[in-house]
């Protein structure tokens, strides 16, 4: 089975631009959640979406925003960029018995100069 | 509140030799634990991971007990490889929705 996809791989943007990450989950999983993962610190959460709706949203500001799609991919829009967004980007596609158990997709490194 | 707090690195040994990595969290109740592992490069590999108190998680010679007492869930392996460095993250789940992670430790074995 295909694991989590994420796309880009890489991504450079400048200050102020707007940016469109990709996750596609695991085969029917219906659930996604997205991290960011600045360098040398452990991923914060960022949202969760189940059936295209939005479970759960972190400590991030409004200019992070995402949506779910009915084939359950999802994608991570972050409007004007600030440096601090350098991170890698995280998707993850859970599977929801037993438990909420997540697997993680490759990232999207965003690099804002 | 509500967070994991991890042993700081890095953390250098010697191939062969003996590995923990400490944990400790806080939480109301008894949430689910994990151990992710990162290699350069990539995303996060769920190592192992124990769902309720007393619970030992296992995978490819480590592992981590569920310690409610101390509230700890500290990785260990007798007997590390070169092949095992990489960052190593302990993670609670908080509530049903999202995963705690601590900050990482970076561990590096030598041959």
């Known amino acids: 089975d295909a694991g989590v996809t994420q796309s880009p791989t890489h991504l450079i943007k400048t200050r102020g631009q707007q940016v469109t990450l990709r996750c596609s989950p695991i085969?029917?999983?219906?659930?996604v959640s997205w991290y960011q993962q600045v360098l040398g610190q452990g991923p914060q959460f960022i949202f969760q979406?189940?059936?295209?709706?939005?479970?759960g949203r972190g400590n991030f500001p409004d200019r992070f925003s995402a949506r779910q799609f009915p084939n359950y991919s999802s994608e991570l829009n972050v409007n004007a960029l600030l440096l601090g967004d350098s991170a890698l980007y995280l998707c993850?596609?859970?599977?929801?018995?037993?438990?909420?158990?997540?697997?993680f997709g490759p990232g999207t490194r965003l690099t804002v100069l | 509140g509500n967070s994991v707090t991890q042993m700081e690195g890095p953390v250098t040994l010697s191939e062969e030799a003996f590995l923990t990595i400490n944990c400790t969290y806080t939480?109301?109740?008894?949430?689910?634990l994990f151990w992710y592992v990162q290699y350069p490069g990539e995303g996060l590999q769920l190592l192992l991971k124990?769902?309720?108190?007393?619970d030992k998680g296992s995978n490819k010679g480590f592992e981590a007990t569920y310690r409610k007492e101390t509230t700890s869930f500290h990785l260990e392996k007798g007997s590390v490889q070169v092949s095992d460095s990489a960052v190593y993250f302990c993670?609670?789940?908080?509530?049903?929705?999202?995963?705690?992670f601590g900050q990482g430790t970076r561990l590096t074995i030598n041959p």
């Open positions: 979406y189940y059936e295209k709706e939005e479970r």
């Open positions: 939480a109301t109740g008894y949430p689910s």
């Open positions: 124990a769902t309720k108190a007393d």
């Open positions: 085969s029917g999983h219906k659930s």
């Open positions: 993670a609670r789940v908080q509530g049903a929705q999202k995963l705690v």
């Open positions: 993850a596609s859970l599977k929801q018995s037993p438990y909420n158990e997540q697997f």
